[in-house]
Every structure is written in C-alpha cells, then in structure tokens.
C-alpha cells in the first residue's frame, strides 16, 4: 500500500510540473507576443497623443491644487501685486523707487530675469523674506544661496540649477531665488538664463498658457567700500545685461539710519531715549553695514512699552534680521 501511494503521489507531482510547462510555454508563444503589441501600440498612442495627455494631467493638476489648498482658481497666474508690495513696503523704509521697479518687472508675465543690486543691509534680503511671505504658491519656491560651501565649483553650481529648473510646475508660478551672488558671478547669471530660456517647456510669452512659468530672482552684494567711481562702473556693467531688469537700491546715509532707528523701536515696540537715536547714528557705520546692526542694538537700549509677556509674544512673530 506505501508504495501504491508514493507512486500515486509520484505521478501526481509529474502530472503538475508538465502542466505548469505547457502553461508556460502557451503564455511565452501566445500572451507574450500579444503583450509585445499592446504595450507597442500604447507607446505609438501616447506619443501621438502626448499634447492631449499632458493637457489632461495640467487640468488634473489644477483641480486637485485647488481642492487640496481649498481656493478656487488656484493655480490662476495672477499674482496679487498690491497686497503683495503693501506688506513688503510696511518693512522695507526709503528704497520705494526700487520697489516701484520690482512690482513693474513681477507684472510681467513672460520667463523674468530680476537682479537686486546693492549694498549691505540696504534692503534686499528683507524684500525677499516680505515677497515669500505673500507668495501665493510657496511650494514652487526654491531657493540657492551662491556661497553655499557645497557649491564651490562650477559643476556644482549648474547641477543646482539644472536640480532647480528641472522641478517647475505648471500651477501657478515658479519662483527661483539666488542669492549672495558677487559682482565676479555676472558672468553666470547670464548663463542662468540661458539655460533656462533653452527649456522649451517655459512661456516665452503672457499668452503661452499651457507653459511653465518661470521667475528667477538674483541677489548681487556690491562692495561698499569700493571707490564711488568704481562703484557706478560695475552698476553700470549690470545694467548692461539686456535680459535682466535690474532693480538697484540706493545706498543709506545718516538720515536713512536714523528712519531704520526709529523703523525697528516702532516694530519692536520698544521706547529709545533721544541720546540713544543720537548714538546709534553717530556710531554705526551706515556705509559698510547699512541697517542690518540696528535692531540689536535696538533691542539693547530700548525700554519696554508692554510687560516681559507681552514683549516675548511679540517677538515670535517678527523677522529675526534687520533690513
């Protein structure tokens, strides 16, 4: 009876991997080729659909922005300009002309190419922070700071902007920042753009709808201790970059100390005695660091109008740097 039932058993194993082989071979000589032509025929339908198929994935996309940050239109290109510069010149004190320049350039709806120009602590840095702050897509925000120790060559540097300019999206606008860029970088902003306009999935124009948008901001540092005369000749190569509007924030004197003085004891709500304004002024090096030392010294002398509590909640929701 056990060897009936091994050989029984025997058999039934043999009877199962011949069946396993012929269904194998029927799949490999049958289905596979079938499998062959539907997927060849899906790739020739997508490739000569791929205009249809990408219009579909940026509706999609539209819609489901909108249900996910609860607005509709969401993904609308039109950016709230007035809103927008009415929070940043609240913060930013004395450089309206720039401002004017920069609300002027954002209007634009085509690639843009922005270049902030000036000196330390004159402003730009903070019109940036005050811009995000506003932004009305924060996601297609990216941001690279030039004197990042990681980008000390130049493969490095267009890896990041090749990194940058290949994650854009089509809801909304993109907004690429670089920042801390010198007067010897000139050479790779121009580059920049190139690169970029090269990208044939990016508007060229306001009327290429269904195109990326593109916006980059750069923000160049311009020695202040330079010679006037020198200084106005590198001003003056900057604004020889024809794809680029240059925004240029003027230079601060003792008046536009003393605005920043009184600017940051108002935003702090902190009281400063006369003597103290008149010390700031008279000891700050408004050439070399412009406002951006205010605030600490600020925070030094000023005396408190409200109670430890109230001052430290107050604080919470106010930028940690100067302009």
């Known amino acids: 009876m056990r060897r009936l039932f091994l050989a029984e058993k025997s058999n039934s194993l043999d009877r199962r991997k011949d069946f396993k082989q012929k269904l194998w071979s029927y799949f490999i000589y049958s289905l596979m080729p079938l499998l062959v032509v539907i997927v060849f025929s899906s790739l020739m339908t997508y490739s000569q659909n791929t205009e249809v198929f990408t219009k579909v994935m940026q509706r999609y996309t539209t819609q489901y922005q909108a249900t996910v940050h609860n607005k509709l239109n969401y993904c609308d290109r039109t950016m709230p300009l007035h809103d927008m510069f009415e929070h940043i010149q609240g913060a930013v004190i004395n450089q309206e002309l720039a401002l004017k320049q920069l609300e002027q350039a954002l209007a634009n709806y085509s690639f843009q190419s922005i270049a902030l120009v000036g000196t330390s602590g004159v402003g730009k840095t903070l019109t940036i922070r005050k ?7 924060p996601e297609n925000v990216q941001t690279i700071a030039w004197n990042d120790y990681k980008l000390i060559d130049n493969d ?24 801390n860029m010198a007067m010897c970088d000139l050479e790779y902003m ?14 060229s ?7 990326k948008h593109l916006t980059i901001i750069y923000v160049f540092n311009v020695n202040s201790m330079l ?7 590198q001003l003056k190569m900057l604004k020889q970059v024809e794809t680029t509007a240059m925004i240029v924030y003027r230079m601060f004197g003792t008046n536009d100390l003393e605005a920043c003085v009184r600017h940051e004891s108002r935003l702090l709500h902190l009281k400063l005695d006369e003597r103290h304004i008149e010390d700031m002024v008279n000891t700050i090096d408004v050439k070399i660091s412009g406002c951006k ?3 600490s010294k600020v925070l030094v002398l000023g ?4 109670t430890e509590e109230e001052m430290h909640n107050k604080l919470k929701f106010i930028p940690a740097e100067g302009p």
Not at 131 to 137: A, G, R, S, T, V
Not at 190 to 203: K, R, Y
Request: proline letters at 5%.
């Open 131 to 137: 811009l995000l702050e506003k932004y009305p897509w």
């Open 190 to 203: 121009t580059s920049i753009n190139s690169m970029a306009q090269s990208n044939s999935d990016l508007a």
């Open 303 to 306: 005396h408190p109008l409200m």
């Open 156 to 179: 490095a540097r267009y890896k990041a902007v090749w990194k940058t300019l290949g994650n854009l999206a089509h809801c909304g606008r993109n907004l690429i920042i670089i920042d």
């Open 205 to 211: 124009s306001a009327n290429d709808f269904d195109k």
């Open 227 to 233: 010679p006037e005369e020198l200084y106005r000749e």
């Open 293 to 295: 030392t205010v605030r």
